[in-house]
């Protein structure tokens, strides 16, 4: 059974960091690429960044690029996503998504976690 587990989020300040975990299981990394998204609380989900599996190759939405920065680690099937100098305007649940290419689109992903909430607040 396939499965994807997020972790890390919490309540931060602005300026603050947190690490999120994606912990994959019933399948290896390998499947092709693993995304990050969020959704806000009344919007749309959005991408903010991939990670493809067979290279390692990135990419990062404008919203994340210069303040988030994903990452894997196969021996623990994990991949993680580091945030930066967090805004309250980060708030929303992330999730994390295992899919066949490296995309920010939401429909080119098979599997989904649960989700973990990052709340930006002073």
């Known amino acids: 059974q396939v499965q994807l587990v997020e972790s890390g989020g919490g309540l931060v300040q602005p300026g603050g960091s947190l690490r999120l975990s994606c912990a994959a299981s019933?399948?290896?990394?390998?499947?092709?690429?693993i995304g990050w998204f969020r959704q806000a609380p009344g919007k749309e989900r959005k991408g903010i960044s991939c990670?493809?599996?067979?290279?390692?190759?990135?990419y990062y939405a404008t919203s994340a690029k210069g303040r988030f920065t994903i990452s894997r680690d196969n021996a623990k099937n994990t991949v993680y996503l580091q945030m930066n100098s967090l805004k309250p305007e980060d708030t929303a649940v992330y999730y994390c998504?295992?899919?066949?290419?490296?995309?920010?689109?939401?429909?080119?992903?098979?599997?989904w976690g649960q989700g973990t909430q990052v709340t930006v607040s002073s």
């Open positions: 998504a295992a899919g066949g290419g490296c995309t920010v689109l939401s429909g080119a992903y098979d599997y």
């Open positions: 019933g399948f290896t990394l390998n499947y092709n690429a």
């Open positions: 990670i493809k599996s067979s290279d390692g190759s990135t």
